[in-house]
């Protein structure tokens, strides 16, 4: 259909995106803009402040993405856009502006689930690379500030289905990395800063143990396809406990409350700073929290591959950025014979980029979203 170009818009939590994409491969402009200094002062995702700042940036975030593309609202062939899971406050401005414009210009409106999105930042990327070689099944590791989920991923031509087979049962992985780090005074998001402080911390200093739920769960047999296979399921609310009772019993509490004053004061610490203000057992706290968070996700989704016999690993979404995860996937999926693909870093976090790339094929297939199109906060992949 035309030329293929489409125009991708994503909002549902704390980026405000758009992206022009052709034909699933080539991005003609990545928007991204992070609503992080607005929520930090209150260490996680405020929903009301998060519509508010959508509502603000949404028209100039994708009249930039147009022009960076040197695109107009009229040459595009359709608009895509994230339709959930996320914020419904901040799903809805997205989808209602996608909507305006779709009526306005005429044009066709593709729905996408975010977690698809993640998903096709890896296809995107390897199209780009011109590797056309991916072979089905693919398992994709998800993992993100809202998910760690598991999906079977299987393609029949350029559409993909999607069979969940493991998911967190209550933080997710990357909610676990920003409550430690909220712990340990170190702001928001935390991710980011204990993957820059990991390596001068002794990852063996302090162990850590990961719940393990391996078995088949009877009550999840809808999502397991009905079939009760074995399910592989993650838990990191454990882990967060941990470190505060470390915190409480080796008496952290004030060298916390110092930090976070210190690093308060600072508009943008740079990794130097943060530096400074941790002594070496935090350091090392921070290196064996992450080692142990890492292990798990790299064990757990290893034992699902072999599990399953899949031919392929992908790992996506806003934790696929950390350094110490990529080594060990790498490491670990060499040493088990499955190739891993990772999205580049820019596109492992939030972006629209991949919206758009997700949409491709249901142009292709001319799936486009009904006119009373609206979010879903918890929207299933399927
Ligand atoms: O995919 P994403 O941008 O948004 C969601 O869909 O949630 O992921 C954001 C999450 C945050 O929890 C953030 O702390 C985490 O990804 N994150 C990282 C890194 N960069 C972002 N976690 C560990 N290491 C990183 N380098
Ligand atoms: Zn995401």
Redesign the pocket.
Known sequence: MGSGLILGIES????TAAAVVRSGEQVLSNVVLSQTAIHQPYGGVVPELASREHLRAIVPIVRKALEDAGQTYESVDALAVTQGP?LAGALLVGISYAKALCFALDKPLIAVN?LEG?IHAVLLEERRKGNRELHSPVLALV?????THLYLAESRGQCWTYRNVGHTRDD????A??KV?KLLGLGY????V???LAPFGDRTAVKFTISQMKHVDRKDRDLAAGDGQPRFDFSYSGIKTALLRYVETHHLQDDIELRRKALRSLTRPSIDDYRRVCDQRTLDLVASF?HAMVEDLVSKTLETARSYDVATLFVT???A???H?RHRFEESAAQGGFPVYFPS?PL???NAAMIAAAAYPKLLARDFAPPELSAEASLALR
């Not at 993992?143 to 998910?147: A, C, D, E, N, P």
């Not at 997710?172 to 909610?175: D, P, S, T, V, Y």
């Not at 998001?189 to 980011?192: K, M, Q």
């Open positions: 549902s939590c704390d980026e996320g975010h993640h993992v993100s500030g809202g998910h997710a992985a990357g909610e990395f920003d780090a998001p935390g991710g980011p204990i993957d820059k992450q979404g806003g934790v950025a950390n350094s995860l870093r492992s976090t939030d």
